[in-house]
Structure formats: C-alpha cells, structure tokens
C-alpha cells in the first residue's frame, strides 16, 4: 500500500508540474504581439492553415480534459500525457500562426483577428487547466456544473467555451481574408443601416408632431411645451418655418445614406467576392525583385477597411447634429461623411488587375451622385 501510494503522490506532482508548464507557456503565448513583417525562412507556411490545424487538436484535447476531470478514476498520469501534447505541438502552433499572419501579407484585418480569436483560445483553455483537480480527485458536481456557491463556470460550461473559441479560428480558414473583409464591411453597413433608421424615425416622429402642434398648440402651450422638452432632454424638432432650411439637408442626407449603403453591397460583391487568393506566397519573379510583399493588394483592403469604418462614426455625429439642430455641424459632417464615401469608390475605382469594369462605370455614377449638393 505505501509503495501504491508513493506511486499515486508522484503522479500527483508530475501532474502539478505538467499544469504549472502549461498554465505559464499559455500566459506567454497570451503576451505576444503578431509580427508585421513577414520572416523570409517562413513565407511558404500558410498561417491560416497551421491555425486551423493547431485550433482543431487543442478542440479536440480539451474534450479528452473535459472527460478525464470528471470521470472516475481519476488518472493523473492521463491529464499529464494530455497536456504534454498540448505544450509539444498545438499550444506554441497556434502562437506561431499569430506571428506568421502578418499584416504585409494577410492584411491588418487578418492579422489583428486572428491574434484576437487565438487570444481567446488561450484565454478559454487556461481557465479549463486551473480547474484540474490537483488533489487526485474528479470535480465534483458543483464544479462540473458551475451549481457551488462559488463564482464562475462549472467545467463543462467552460469546455464549450473553448470548443467556440477554437471553432472560430478554424473558421478564419474557411472564410479566408475575402470572407473577413466582407464581414467587416457588413457589419460596418449594418452601423449605417441603423443610423438611417434613426434619422428616419426622428424625421417622421418630427412630422408627426408638427401636424399635431398645429391642431391642439396654442402659443403659450408652445411655449410651455418648448421649456417641459428643455428640462428632460426631449430631442428638438424642425421649426415650423425652417429658417435654416434643415429639412433638405435632412432629406437629402437619408438620401444619400441610401446610397452609401448600396456601395457597401456593391464592394462586398463586385470587389470582396473577386479578391485574387492571399496571402501570396508565390509572387512573379520582377515583384519578387522589388519587395517581399504583396504588389498592392493587401495595402488596398486595409486602407479601403479603414476608411470604410470611419463612416458609421461619422453618421452618428451627422445625425446628433440633426437632433441638435445644429446647421453648422450638419453640414460639416454631411461633408465628412458623403467624401469619406466618394474615396471609398475612388480607392476600388479599378478591379485587381487594374482594368477598369461594370463597378467602374456604377462607381463613377455613385460619386457624381453623392457630389450633388455638396
């Protein structure tokens, strides 16, 4: 029994080993920052690959953990196998695909992604190795469940959280840089969409009250309106008379929202969907010569994903400007908003080959169209 149990305590501090190992290479992968610049030793290596194949066996140990911690016997000397592979191979992999998506030939958008979903990874999975009972015992009900008093999730909980994070790097794979930028420019359009709303729905709310302070208002109950509207914040309206004639540039502003939000579809299609495959990893030999990254490409999305960002926010401000009736600002962030969208077509005014095309021609339309009024 004494050399049993001597057995059994040396399992134990193995295992303790084995976690503490684990637990310190997960809060040093957590550290590192993506390298920008591609290492010339790694440029045939497809970072989405090895993450989709790393993000795919730490899915795959985690549910080996899951079942170990709460399953009788509990066996130390599993856990610790399990780990070991996990510090061998897929933990420092997918550290390796964040470093190796550089922004030179994945775009920024890749790059900062998948750091971010990598992050989450390791962030889920640490959570799930500190949970391993270290007392040669399996988590009891309370911890498999997260039902004890203490804070937090029970372990299975936890292990669909890592399962999520991982799924969504795989995903990166599957969706490739086209699929991220058209994410990204959908949701940016989406921002849009809602802001739209809003002025729509202040637009007609406005109306609406008109017609009514025109049946039932006198002067004084104007007035006393005015002033119960100041002392709890209620959004001002458009005068009657318009002095500063808001009500075109409101209409034409929704307008031209519209129009904005047709050429977030229309890029997403005509630009997005026909990007040539990144990375790069084969480039001619004359831009071989020339530089080690990607021959413009790359450096457009980003630019194009930058500016295309800026718009939502500056709709927001267009439209608190409205709510304040403030014709000055308006007409500042019409301006702001309406060239950011202009540049955005500028920027793709030409296809991936530099030839111009169809969008070429709906392009040129779309910006005589948002000029108008300006």
């Known amino acids: ?103 030179d030939k994945y775009t920024k958008a890749m790059s900062a992604e998948l750091q971010y979903r990598a992050k989450r990874v390791l962030a889920d999975l640490g959570t799930l190795v500190a949970a391993i009972p270290l007392d040669g015992q399996i988590l009891s009900d309370d911890e498999k469940n997260g039902t004890g008093t ?13 399962w999520e994070s991982c799924d969504s790097v795989i995903e990166l794979k599957k969706i490739g840089v086209a699929g991220l930028v058209i ?53 001002q309206h458009i005068p009657s008379d318009d002095p500063e004639s808001i009500r075109p540039r409101l209409e034409s502003s929704m307008k031209r929202l519209r129009l904005l939000i047709l050429m977030y579809q229309a890029v997403s ?7 040539p495959p990144l990375p790069h990893l084969e480039l ?10 990607d021959p413009g490409v790359v450096g457009c999305l980003d630019e194009v994903l930058d500016v295309m960002k800026k718009i939502p926010d500056i709709t927001d401000e267009l439209a608190s400007a409205f709510y304040d009736l403030d014709v000055k600002e308006i007409d500042k962030r019409m301006d702001q908003c309406f060239f950011t969208g202009f540049a955005v077509a500028e920027l793709l005014i030409k296809n991936w080959e530099g030839q111009k095309d169809e969008f070429s021609t709906w392009a040129a339309k779309f910006q005589l169209a948002m000029k108008k009024g300006w």
Not at 217 to 227: K, M
Not at 269 to 275: D, P
Request: net charge negative.
């Open 284 to 293: 001619p030999p004359e831009l071989k010569n020339k530089s080690g990254g």
């Open 150 to 162: 203490e804070t937090g999730k029970g372990s299975l909980a936890v292990t669909g959280t890592v």
């Open 269 to 275: 299609k005509r630009r997005f969907k026909t990007l």
């Open 183 to 235: 994410q990204k420019a959908e949701g940016y359009r989406d921002l849009l969409k809602d802001a739209l709303e809003e002025l729509q729905e202040w637009a007609e709310e406005e109306s609406d009250e008109d017609v009514e302070e025109e049946k039932v208002l006198d002067a004084e109950e104007d007035a006393a309106q005015a002033e119960l509207d100041n002392i709890f914040g209620s959004q």
């Open 1 to 103: 029994m004494a050399g049993r149990r001597t057995k059994e305590e040396q399992d134990l501090d193995a295992l303790k080993a084995t976690v503490s190992t684990a637990s310190t290479l997960i809060a040093q992968l957590q550290s590192t920052a993506p390298a920008t610049q591609s290492k010339s030793h790694s440029e045939h290596v497809n970072a989405l690959e090895l993450a989709h194949d790393c993000a795919s066996l730490i899915r795959a140990h985690t549910t080996k953990l899951s079942l170990l911690v709460i399953n009788k016997p509990f066996t130390p000397t599993a856990v610790s196998t399990v780990l070991r592979e996990l510090v061998a191979g897929p933990l420092p992999g997918l550290g390796s695909s964040v470093e190796l998506c550089t922004a």
